[in-house]
């Protein structure tokens, strides 16, 4: 994991929605004796010299020797990022950047090559569909983003970054993995370039039965694309597929769970989805003007089937989102100064129909975006670098539901601006300082406005966000501090205190302030050392609750990585994390007497490669600890995590 020395924008675009967008970043990050990785700025690919500051890189060597099965739990394991537990048996856990509790998803924007995973629902995005092989780097950005990406980026993004194939060559890989609670995992991945062509395709079979009963996971993923070298720049095409059938184990009791917690209180619920995606890129330069844009369509099917006391429920919606995100940049020379201007605009249009005895609800988003943004460097000897942005972004919604109490049909138009401003500057030889500012956003998305307290469509969530830092260091050792503060205007979010059990609403004003640490050194040749450290501070400001904390946010969170990597075929690597204890999720009025327990977890990888062979020992939860992240009322609503899972695993490169 490698850190940038500088902060600016990242990227989020909104389901739906014509958004546009800019990413800013500062000075390269430290120069240590390992390759250097090319990371995306301004969303496009940047120079060096205008690298994203305070950005979190994750290599795909580091993926590899961590042993991580997929791009999610890369972002925890590695990237250090909060996780709570998945509700159906997937491995795709909800992501949290900077303690935004159960509504963490729909507070940051997770992009895969340009194209927004993030939708208009309050599903998280699904990360494991993403077959790991292909994944070339995981760029995580923290603060606000939103004049790049839109509405929702107010926590951070998430960009996901695939391998492009070589030139004139071909490589692939085959690797299965097998391990306790009947897991097992196929993949196979090859690309090959014929002089300015070049294609590629992966594929992913996985499955287990996982730690708890009723909660068996099977997917299968395919990913392809060709690609075409076209004077300065190329086009390529890209097919994204996959089929998942899970197993819904259920919520415990904190008895329940002390009792067994492997134990389920739904065994006979169960669901699936289905995925497809196509998507087209052009990236050409044009004089000295680089032109790119991608265009995507997304369709998806969701099904699930529910047996309690009050009878059988079947529940189905097909959805589909379109993207397209055209943009073009400038870079000019000034004397000693650079300069780097971006416009852009965003479109996406997002709808869903919904199939079930109890609903009908047809809901459709279009959104429409501008952004525009610039960024100077100067004196290049201390790396001066100032950038500002805005964005201007208009959504329309539509909902209907005849089945609805009392059936409902309405359409909306919304509005919201995002501006930033940001720099940075070496003060001394390997300490950069940084600042930046800004406002972003967040809509309530279908889901929240299906079921709100409010008689219009809930209002726009709005943040001033504040960030300052600094990163010491060069060769091989650093360290990144950042301070920062969002102070949020009618936070959407579930209030369980009010209506029958909680409604969706725009909260009293909140705040979330806090420390975030990176750190990297080596110890010797062979050995490397890193870490993350979290502090959060998530309260409300204002109104009934001022004080009180939010639900769902641990305060601290510590992860640190031990890395030793020879030169005579050998590897390991082992994680250490340490989240603090945190309110259950229905505590608002802070006085449920327990609170979910701190936990820390073990994992390890040891590899060793013998010619194109390679074999691996991993295991997760080494001290087969029993915690669990993720619980919805006092001391119930609990969703167990695993307990340990040694994996052996055979991989061979071509």
């Excluded at 010797?524 to 959060?536: K, P, Y």
């Amino acid at each position: 994991m490698t850190f940038q020395a500088a902060p600016l924008s990242a990227r989020a675009i909104r389901p739906l929605a014509l958004a546009i967008s800019l990413c800013f970043i500062g000075p390269a990050a430290f120069a240590q004796d390992i390759p250097s990785v090319q990371i995306t700025g301004a969303r496009f690919a940047s120079a060096p010299e205008l690298a994203p500051i305070g950005a979190t890189v994750i290599t795909a060597d580091e993926i590899r020797r961590a042993g991580v099965a997929d791009v999610n739990q890369a972002i925890r394991k590695i990237g250090g990022v909060v996780g709570r537990q998945s509700l159906d048996s997937s491995p795709d856990f909800s992501l949290d950047l900077r303690g935004f509790g159960a509504n963490s998803g729909q507070n940051m924007v997770i992009m895969l090559d340009g194209v927004r995973m993030s939708e208009n629902e309050l599903a998280n995005p699904v990360l494991s569909t993403i077959p790991i092989e292909t994944v070339e780097r995981i760029e995580i950005v923290r603060g606000g983003s939103a004049v790049l990406y839109g509405e929702g980026a107010t926590a951070g993004v998430i960009q996901i970054v695939t391998r492009r194939p070589g030139k004139n060559g071909g490589r692939g890989s085959v690797s299965a993995e097998i391990g306790q609670f009947k897991s097992h995992d196929v993949r196979a991945s090859a690309s090959r370039s014929f002089g300015a062509v070049s294609i590629d395709a992966a594929i992913d079979n996985q499955a287990t039965d996982n730690y708890r009963a009723n909660a068996d996971f099977r997917q299968t993923a395919f990913s392809g694309g060709a690609q075409w070298l076209v004077g300065a720049g190329r086009v390529g095409l890209r097919i994204d597929s996959a089929r998942q059938d899970s197993r819904f184990p259920g919520s415990l009791t904190l008895a329940q769970f002390q009792a067994d917690p492997r134990q389920t209180t739904t065994p006979n619920d169960h669901g699936s989805l289905d995925s497809d995606r196509i998507s087209a890129f052009i990236d050409q330069r044009i004089g000295g003007v680089d032109l790119a844009a991608e265009l995507s369509h997304r369709e998806k099917t969701v099904k699930s089937h529910y047996e309690s006391s009050f009878g059988i429920t079947d529940l189905s919606y097909d959805s589909e989102q379109t993207q397209f995100s055209p943009r073009l940049r400038h870079l000019a020379q000034f004397g000693a100064m650079l300069n780097e201007a971006i416009a852009g605009v965003d479109l996406i249009r997002w709808k869903r129909v919904t199939h079930s005895d109890f609903s009908a609800a047809d809901a459709r988003q279009d959104s429409k975006a501008i952004y525009l943004r610039d960024e100077v460097r100067w004196d290049a000897a201390h790396n001066g670098r100032f950038s500002a942005g805005a964005r201007h972004e208009v959504f329309d919604k539509d909902y209907a539901d005849p089945l609805g109490f009392p059936p409902v049909n309405e359409s909306t138009a919304q509005t919201q601006n995002a501006w930033d401003a940001q720099g940075s500057y070496d003060v001394l030889p390997h300490v950069t300082l940084h600042a930046k500012a800004g406002q972003s956003y967040r809509m309530a998305n279908a889901d929240e406005n299906s079921y709100r307290s409010s008689i219009t469509v809930l209002k726009a969530q709005t943040s001033h966000d504040l960030e300052v830092g600094v990163t010491i260091g060069g060769a091989g050792r650093q360290v990144s501090a950042r301070a920062f503060r969002h102070k949020l205007t009618n936070e959407i979010f579930f209030d369980p205190t009010l209506g029958f059990g909680g409604i969706n609403t725009n909260l009293d004003p909140t705040r979330r302030e806090g420390l975030e640490v990176d750190a990297e050194t080596r110890l010797g040749g062979d050995w490397r050392v890193s870490g993350h450290l979290q502090h959060v501070k998530a309260t409300f400001s204002e109104g009934l609750n001022a004080g009180r904390e939010m639900v769902l946010v641990p305060k601290d969170l510590l992860t640190a990585r031990l890395t030793w990597a020879p030169a005579a075929g050998h590897s390991a690597d082992v994680g250490v994390q340490w989240t603090g204890s945190q309110r259950y999720g229905s505590d608002f009025t802070n006085a449920c007497a327990a609170r979910i327990p701190s936990h820390a977890t073990l994992d390890a990888r040891y590899a060793r490669k013998i010619g194109a062979w390679e074999l691996a020992l991993s295991g997760q939860n080494l001290a087969d600890k029993r915690f669990f992240s993720n619980a919805f009322g006092c001391q119930s609503g609990i969703y167990p995590e695993n307990g340990r899972q040694l994996k052996l695993a055979a991989r061979y490169d071509f």
